[in-house]
């Protein structure tokens, strides 16, 4: 072998390296986590209602949890700030949807409790059940006559699963975790 060659193999080497830590960034940026893909409200009635779009990317050991009989409880968390130019914004009212996903190994169904309202539906397949947990439609978020008027607000919303509500012997691990903080940013919009 030439002094050339042996000089570009661990350029080679470092490229090849190179990419592949590129590739494991990415696929770990699109592996598990929440997203709020869009939320907004419009005033109706003197009542704000929300839609917002959710989408949940559950990662290896929380499926694996599930479908071994663990439920997972979803957060929806919704918020209304005051804004303030000197000052942080100020939180004027907050809300929480929770959710539990359950497997039913003996139906073959996933099951979403709301567990605010105590509605149940099931669902023959989990994509099923995440799609409907994604959708919140014309959901009464916030009466107007909370609010002071000639004041600026912004309504806030983010998704996270409940850790707190996983079983005692697995809330430590999932305490020491990567694949158990699922959670989105917060979304913002002026209200």
Do not use: C
Not at 22 to 39: D, K, T
Not at 128 to 135: D, E, K, N
Not at 173 to 183: K, Q
């Amino acid at each position: 072998m030439s002094a050339g060659a042996l000089s570009r193999t661990p350029r080679r080497a470092a490229g090849l390296l190179m990419l592949l830590w590129g590739l494991l960034g990415v696929a770990g940026a699109w592996a598990a986590g929440f997203e709020v893909m869009g939320a907004s409200t419009r005033l109706e009635g003197g009542v704000y209602r929300l839609n917002a779009r959710l989408e949940y990317h559950f990662s290896g050991a929380a499926l694996e949890a599930l479908e071994n009989g663990v439920p997972l409880t979803i957060e929806v968390e919704m918020e209304v700030r005051r804004r303030r130019p000197w000052l942080w914004d100020e939180t004027v009212y907050a809300l929480a949807q929770r959710f539990r996903l359950e497997y039913h190994a003996l139906s073959r169904q996933y099951l979403v409790n709301n567990l605010n309202s105590g509605e149940r539906r099931g669902f023959p397949t989990r994509a099923a059940a995440v799609r409907f947990m994604g959708q919140i439609n014309d959901f009464p978020f916030l009466d107007k006559g909370l609010l002071v008027s000639g004041e600026r607000y912004e309504a806030a919303l983010r998704v996270r699963l409940d850790i707190e509500a996983l079983p005692a012997p697995l809330r430590l691990f999932a305490y020491l975790s990567d694949d158990w903080r699922l959670a989105s940013e917060w979304r913002t919009w002026p209200l």
